[in-house]
C-alpha cells in the first residue's frame, strides 16, 4: 500500500492513513464493548410450587456475568394459611434468555407430569 502524504498550512506533513486507523480502532473498540455488554446479560424466570399448601412463586432475575442486578418475587396462596408452615418450595419449570433479546440462547424448561410434586409420576 503506497503512503501518501500532504502538506498542510505552516509546512507540516500528514499522513492520509490517520483518520482511517482511527476510525479503524474506533470500530474496533466499539465493537469489543458491544460484544461485551451483549454476552453478559442473562434473564432467567424460575416458577416454584408447594405441594403441602398449594402455593406457587414465581421469580424473575437478570444478571450481568451471573451477578444478578435486578430480582423480581410474587407468591400467591390457593390454599389454607396454616401459621407453623414452612413451604417446601420445588422448580416446576424456568425459562431463560441469553443476551440482548435471547440472541445468543433462550429456552424453557418444565416438568410435563403437573405443577406440584406429589403430582409426579416418577421420582424427581
Known amino acids: 500500500m503506497k503512503r501518501e502524504t500532504r502538506v498542510g498550512e505552516a509546512g507540516s506533513v ?3 492513513l490517520g483518520p482511517r486507523i482511527r476510525l479503524m480502532s474506533w ?3 466499539v465493537t469489543g464493548v458491544f460484544i461485551f455488554i451483549a454476552s453478559g446479560f442473562q434473564w432467567r424466570e424460575d ?5 403441602v399448601c398449594r402455593a406457587l412463586s414465581e421469580a424473575q432475575t437478570i444478571s450481568f ?3 444478578p442486578v ?3 418475587q410474587e407468591s ?3 390454599g389454607e394459611v396454616v401459621p407453623s408452615h414452612r413451604h417446601a418450595w420445588w422448580r416446576y419449570s424456568y425459562a431463560y434468555s ?3 433479546m435471547g440472541c445468543l440462547g433462550k429456552g424453557t424448561v418444565c416438568h410435563t407430569d403437573g405443577r406440584f410434586r406429589d403430582e409426579q409420576t ?3
Open 47 to 51: 416458577r416454584y410450587s408447594c405441594h
Open 70 to 72: 435486578w430480582q423480581y
Open 27 to 29: 470500530a474496533i473498540v
Open 122 to 124: 416418577s421420582n424427581n
Open 98 to 100: 441469553d443476551g440482548p
Open 65 to 67: 456475568f451471573s451477578l
Open 14 to 16: 500528514r499522513s492520509t
Open 76 to 78: 400467591s396462596r390457593q
